[in-house]
T-cell receptor, first 112, second 112 residues
């Protein structure tokens, strides 16, 4: 069973701090990784994708990928209360039919 | 912007009714997906489709069927609605490989 695992949280950080969200995956054949943000009662929204080892930065968000360790992370700098949401990690299984496997999500709370 | 439109935001149906959930995407995506999302259970794949008239079962297809007569439209059918099908239903679409999904806004279905 191919899996994507996340700590469900909640992860609580003060406003202005760095939030670090982590994800591990079991399928070494996965080649691309995605982070989605989901506000309560809303649908998931794609915020970051990463395909190569290393870091990818987009504004206050940085995705980090380490394929050897099968580990993906999302860093949110200068966290704002508006970042409070559930963050879902996703990866396609090898064979890559276009289907994604989602983690359970980590709930982030940013306290003013 | 890719748009995935789900026909209803909220729906209330009676037990035993046949229910149709409609999803339309406007970016010529090959792949379309139906998920349900329940607290503590994460996103669970019901059915997906790689092409017109093609469909494959996901993890929880029991009690559901789908139809894809046109590339842009993917319908989820609850043959005989039951209370345990009360959930948030999410439609998504994507390009064939290596791309993330775009989700619709979701349909919150209540079966009474």
């Amino acid at each position: 069973q191919k899996e994507v695992e996340q700590n469900s949280g909640p992860l609580s950080v003060p406003e202005g701090a760095i939030a670090s969200l982590n994800c591990t995956y079991s399928d070494r054949g996965s080649q691309s990784f995605f982070w989605y943000r989901q506000y309560s009662g809303k649908s998931p929204e794609l915020i970051m994708s990463i395909y190569s080892n290393g870091d990818k930065e987009d504004g206050r968000f940085t995705a980090q990928l380490n394929k050897a360790s099968q580990y993906v992370s999302l860093l949110i700098r200068d966290s704002q209360p508006s970042d409070s949401a559930t963050y879902l990690c996703a990866a396609p299984p090898s064979g890559n039919t276009g289907k994604l496997i989602f983690g359970q999500g980590t709930t982030l709370q940013v306290k003013p | 912007d890719v748009k995935v439109t789900q026909s209803s935001r909220y729906l209330v149906k009676r037990t035993g009714e046949k229910v149709f959930l409609e999803c339309v995407q406007d970016m010529d995506h090959e792949n379309m997906f139906w998920y349900r999302q329940d607290p503590g259970l994460g996103l669970r794949l019901i059915y997906f489709s790689y092409d017109v008239k093609m469909k494959e079962k996901g993890d929880i297809p029991e009690g559901y069927s789908v139809s894809r007569e046109k590339k842009e439209r993917f319908s989820l059918i609850l043959e005989s609605a039951s209370t345990n099908q009360t959930s948030m239903y999410l439609c998504a679409s994507s390009q064939p490989r290596g791309y993330g999904y775009t989700f619709g806004s979701g349909t919150r279905l209540t079966v009474v």
